[in-house]
């Protein structure tokens, strides 16, 4: 029992609260923190000792205390790399957004903003006119509205132009979106009835001309997002749809999901349809999102005739559905990019990274290659430049791929390649890629700071062990 002799020799924790090197800590974390800590340190201490282990010094505590503080300092949401390949990656947070919106956004947390205030009659305004204007700059529609995202576009738009009736919507197109997200389900809780028409892979003008009664409301299209219906196939395009819609007195509703503003083969990637174009081919309402392709803040919009915008902003949902000012700032700033496309390539993150070439992302990996091999190799991870493929990501072009390269990280076991990726989740700024054919590829399309990368990759090594 010598280790309990061992114990006496242990400071107490209102010691330790006077010790030098514990007072900075208190003036930084606070008092109540910095007591549960070191109440818990000296406990793992007391463990330790009756199992037979030494006892620290004052030094040694202090060590543990400040590891402790560290790890609870640190949030799940603290900036990482995502070398998954997937620039629009939903559980990674979207798009990144431009200096100029985050900028704008910083101002906005700031100082008060005129965010439902008239500067110019001194009466109350309204928190969308902000970005009326240029929505309907960018797209073409008549009016436009902002709400939380573009499920709440959906459910705002359904429910105050078709609760109590029918809406009208393909097989091919009922998606179901991660996070729970099933057109079926969205109809149902917006109120409106269900009508599917056609069938899985083909639905033809006489499918939706057969389903409009009386009880139709509108007709749906919804761009599919994450999966694409190839082989025996038939859809009716919007601008048919459109027809078709208005000659029965029935609105058309267009959900585009990702909804791009501009012409994405401008920057080398396959075209996705535009606002402007759905909005063009004569659909009522179009809905779409704000962190997708258009590369701002989560966002919803909704654009389309004064009316049905009127009838939505009215719908006591667009109260509990709106959103702040900092996105409203930051959205706004985001949208003026997109008034100098030449520039836009450079600006928006989002665009940046999709539009980088194969050839500079594999001299990015050649250049890293090793540099990172030098901090795995010795562990007995063999690291190589690989040409991948990156995806967009959150429901845009789902089964087209960006040819890009990046880092093939392989190891002696699949344990080991597990504990490889453990690892770098677990760095402070977390390194995330995609496990792949028994190895770890890290794929380099958007990774701009390398600095920090290789910063990052040798203190994860410092534990890392094949
Ligand atoms: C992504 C998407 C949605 C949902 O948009 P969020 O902004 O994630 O709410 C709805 N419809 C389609 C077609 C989509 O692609």
Redesign the pocket.
Known sequence: MSGYADLRALPSVDQLLKAQAVLPLVEQHGRTIVTEELRSVLSEIRSAVREGGALPDTNGIVASLLGRLAYRGRSNLRPLFNLTGTVLH?NLGRALLAEEAIAAAVDAMREAAALEFDLDTGKRGERDSHLRELLCELTGAEDATIVN??????LIALNAVGAGRQAIVSRGEL?E?G?A?RMPDIMERAGVGLVEVGTTNRTHAKDYIKAINPETALILK?????YRIEGFTAEVEGAELATIAHEAGVLLLN????GTLVDLSRYGLAKEPTVREAVAEGADLV?F????LLGGP???FIVGRKDLIAAINSNPMKRALRVDKIRIAAMLATLKLYRDPDRLGARLPTLRMLSRGQAEIRAQAERLAPEVSAVLAPKGYHVEPQACSSQIG??ALPVDTIPSAGLRISAPSGTALEALAALFRSLPRPILGRLQDGALVLDLRCLTDEVAFLDSLSQGATHAAA
């Open positions: 939903t995202n573009n499920a709440a576009a959906v998606i979106i996070g997200f919804v761009h599919t997002s994450n959900d585009l999901g990702s809905t999102s704000g962190d997708k989560q966002a919803g959150s429901g």
